[in-house]
């Protein structure tokens, strides 16, 4: 697998997605639109346990063609559980 073009680091609370080219010191925006001065110093093992930025999470996921997360829920259910009866009953949507 390629490069990717985007990379997370840790920044006001969040794990935000940024571009993969940014270097210390350089002024951007994170995939969601939060403004930053991109560190010099390296993140903290408590920034890594921060909670991922959703929309910053959507945004890649979508540039990526990767599901939403959680999955979206579906008439009946979970999508994961429509598709596990549709296995089980050997029937096709």
Known sequence: MGARPFRWLPLAGSRHAIRCELVAGDVDKTLCGVPLTVPRGCSSNV???WPTCAACDAA???F???PLFPRQEV???S????ATQVAKSGSRP
Do not use: D
């Open 75 to 77: 008439e009946g259910g």
């Open 60 to 62: 890649w996921r979508r």
């Open 79 to 82: 999508a994961r559980r429509k």
């Open 47 to 49: 920034q890594w346990c």
């Open 64 to 66: 990526e063609g990767i």
